[in-house]
């Protein structure tokens, strides 16, 4: 069978609640008893789980039927978003974005694993489609969050947000229960090492990318918009509550990984150098724009600026790890680059909390010294890829 849709189907209905806590978590912080340093746990120990959970998905993928472990991550989805009820039961709520993490280690490097071997040599263009269904579900839960609480109130949401993720997800999940993974090996073949010098250097722009894009953007920028708005903008002659500006906010995202992220693979695919440049120096600018005294229209903004060319950035980066590995071995070097990627949402989002303490302002500006980093990096990693090709 060809699973790679169904599988992004079922990533799209898991990622309903962990994109409703990003949304409205941090702008709701206050309301519900949550300090700033807890958003960024709450938000980023997810992430840290996946640093142990990212290479034992890699593992049960080699030992067991891939469509199987599909099924049973959109129940444990659908789990243990229900129990995100009630924020003030810390130990839950942890353990709850714990769980969360290990069944989303699962579902995302099977989809990536999936859409990449049945792509071949338009593996960006079909990484940038995948994404684009999983946008799907960013994009609901984005919609969803505001409007959800503030009709009905953070509980009931919740459970709406749960019971979303089962319906839209066990369809997909069924479709793709048979899919076992058969891969060829071929003469030539040769796993990479994790200290090889080129994938070294895209673990540290992966890890980058997303302190930055999945969580000193997301964190600080929106407790930033709490700062700029506490009670609300003016915008045409009406006053759109916090909640409803940190939800725009992320939209930009959302709706970039549903509608630009096809286009985005296409870019990788043709001129990956220039696509990797282009979208740093943008998000770069994007970000530090977040720092000024802004509207909130502006605001959004140079946020989705930001988001959209970060998702270039994402792409791309992937891309380059991906043809690295073997058929073979390429859930194992993924994950290792998950991983990287894990690390670096999690240390962003919990920096994001933490550094906000000290001012909004100085989170942001770290993020965009870390996306500066990454340019030189890139360089020095393209160039070690040139020596290894002309050498062979």
Do not use: K
Not at 178 to 198: C, N, S
Not at 205 to 224: E, M, T
């Amino acid at each position: 069978m060809r699973p790679a849709v169904p599988v992004a189907l079922v990533v799209a209905a898991s990622l309903l609640g962990d994109t409703f806590l990003y949304t409205v978590l941090p702008v709701s912080a206050a309301r519900l008893g949550v300090a700033p340093l807890m958003v960024g746990i709450v938000l980023s120990v997810n992430r840290w789980v996946r640093l142990f959970t990212n290479p034992l998905a890699a593992r049960l993928y080699a030992r067991w039927p891939a469509g199987r472990l599909v099924l049973v991550a959109i129940v444990v989805s659908a789990a243990s978003t229900a129990l995100y009820v009630e924020p003030a039961w810390v130990l839950v709520f942890l353990g709850a974005r714990c769980v969360w993490g290990f069944a989303f280690s699962l579902l995302r490097l099977g989809s990536i694993v999936s859409a990449v071997d049945e792509a071949g040599e338009g593996a960006g263009r079909r990484l940038g489609e995948t994404r684009a269904i999983w946008g799907v579900g960013y994009l609901a839960g984005a919609l969803y969050a505001p409007l959800a609480v503030e009709a009905v109130g953070w509980e009931l949401a919740v459970a709406g947000a749960a019971v979303l993720t089962l319906v839209a997800g066990i369809g997909p999940a069924v479709v793709a229960a048979p899919w076992r993974r058969t891969v060829a090996i071929e003469v030539g073949d040769v796993r990479i090492r994790l200290r090889d010098a080129r994938l070294v250097l895209l673990l540290v722009i992966g890890a980058a990318q997303l302190a930055v894009s999945a969580g000193i953007q997301g964190v600080a920028g929106g407790l930033r918009i709490a700062e700029l708005f506490p009670a609300g903008a003016g915008v045409l002659g009406v006053v759109i509550p916090a909640t409803f500006i940190a939800g725009a906010f992320v939209l930009t995202q959302r709706v970039a990984q549903v509608v630009w992220q096809p286009f985005a693979g296409r870019f990788a695919d043709r001129a990956i150098d220039a696509t990797f440049f282009a979208a740093a120096i943008v998000v770069a600018a994007g970000v530090g724009a977040l720092t000024l005294p802004l509207d909130a229209v502006t605001f959004v903004v140079a946020g989705g600026a930001a988001y959209f060319a970060g998702l270039n950035g994402a792409i791309v980066a992937e891309l380059a790890v991906a043809r690295l590995a073997s058929s073979a071995d390429r859930p194992r070097v993924l994950a290792a680059f998950h991983t990287a990627q894990d690390a670096g949402a999690a240390a962003g989002a919990f920096a994001g909390g933490a550094l906000a303490a000290l001012g909004t302002g100085v989170a942001l500006g770290v993020g965009v010294a870390l996306v500066v980093l990454t340019i030189p990096a890139w360089a020095l990693a393209r160039r070690a890829q040139a020596r290894v090709t002309v050498a062979a």
